[in-house]
């Protein structure tokens, strides 16, 4: 059977067994699909896998897999084509399950299951599913795409959506009952599988969580490697590493206080306008000032990644008040091995190579097929009351936050406007938070109990509100987030860290 009849068919073949216990799932029969055991693990008896993390947060993780409720484990090999080897671990609470099923994101280039997100799930009542994306290796690896098409294939879409469809049906069977609804959340690679589904696939999920979405992936292999290279193409352009505390300093400086208030927050960067060259040295070389190629590189790194020939933009640069610092000096691996291992399919390839014109459009054509997410027509997914909850934070080093606002405007586009559009999908960016979370800004917010309220009670979200922890993990700082292009201003009185003391405004 081929794996396109397959997805059709995967929940009807399975054999209609009420499961007594976690033990009898290994009897299930899905097409493509092998159940490699199915285990019961008692309230606090659960160990992590050797290897599953690395090794420094894998000590400090250990702790808290020790404290799990009882579950039902099953883990899982999916074979759509002769060259796939899908691995899925399903976790299922052996009581209080609420009736939801959960599946969650990775990151990367992926290649393991996402046991930390498996664990959050679990604790909150879920029945949750994860995916290594069908191949085994660490997440900055692209290396297992050489040779194997099919295995891209697989990471780009297929993997999440047989886990999905599969993990449906051996929940259903466990219970004995239907799932009431589906989510999905994930960050990054697990934002681009977010919006893979909702495009690819939008009966998989009632409800799906996408943060700071990898989607235009081909193009962003060129934004992640385009600040080494406006650093690194002239020895003159590097910047020493005690300058970029001076830059941050100045953009602060010059924009965190355009919403009245300075706290180490730019609340709205799209009205943040930073001249690079008020830092110019205007005397011999300095910690606290940039020579002129410096000042270039800054431009560049802001501006973005453009044609050298047309000036078109190819993926939009980071922003004021993101940490330069962590998208700079050599070249990361996540793109690299874009580069090596799929675009040239050439181990031996260096990013002085690279052509910003001709290599754009070979991405494009080629692998952009299989990796990209970048369809606004989401209609199919809205017909039949499915929500989207997009999120972004606006000082993220490793994906511009531009590219998930310009790809939310392209759905206002194709759906006929904001109304349209906000009745389904809401793109909520986060001022001073960092890539999926950490920076100066509120990072933690309930993103699944939003989506929820949503999909479940029609209850639209006109804010979320966002927390900051501080040191001993002590809660310093609350805020509203607001529905793009809204953003949260200060009333004017009482405390800057309630959120009580902000209301979302339009500043267009």
Known sequence: MSWL?????????????????????????????????????????FDLPEGALPAGAAATARQAFGKL???????????????????????MPASAWNGRFLGVGNGGWGGSIAYPALLTALKQGFAAASTDTGHAGKSGDASFALGHPERLIDFGYRSVHLMSVDAKAIITNFYAKPIRYSYWNGCSTGGKQALTEAQRYPDDYDGIVAGAPANFFTHLMFGNIWPAIATMKDPAAKIPDEKYPVIHRVVMKACDSLDGVEDGIINNPEQCY??????????????????????????????????????????????PGSPLEQATGAPPDHPLNFFRYVLFKNPEWSWQMLNFDSDVTLADQTAGTVLNAVDPDLKAFAAHGRKLILYHGWSDPHISPMSTVNYYQHIVAAMGGTAATEDFARLFMVPGMAHCQGGAGPDEFDKIGAIEEWVEHHVAPDEIIASHRAKHDVTDMTRPLCPYPYVANWKGSGSTSDAANFVCTNPK
């Not at 399975?14 to 009897?27: F, G, I, N, Y």
């Not at 802001?302 to 980071?318: D, H, M, W």
Request: proline share 9%; hydrophobic share 40%.
């Open 69 to 91: 409720p009882a579950f039902c484990r099953v883990a899982a090999t999916i074979r759509p084509t002769k060259d796939s080897d899908i691995k899925i671990e399903i976790w």
């Open 5 to 45: 009849a397959g997805l059709f068919v995967a929940a009807l073949l399975a054999t209609p067994l009420r499961a007594d216990s976690c033990e009898k799932l290994k009897q299930l029969r899905i097409a493509d699909m092998e159940i490699t055991f199915a285990q019961s693990v008692p309230a606090g008896k």
């Open 274 to 319: 930073f001249n690079p060259e008020t830092l110019q040295c205007k005397g011999p070389d300095s910690p606290e000032c940039l020579t002129p190629p410096q000042v270039r590189a800054v431009q560049e790194i802001y501006a973005g990644v453009k044609n050298s020939r047309t000036g078109e933009q190819i993926f939009p640069g980071l922003e």
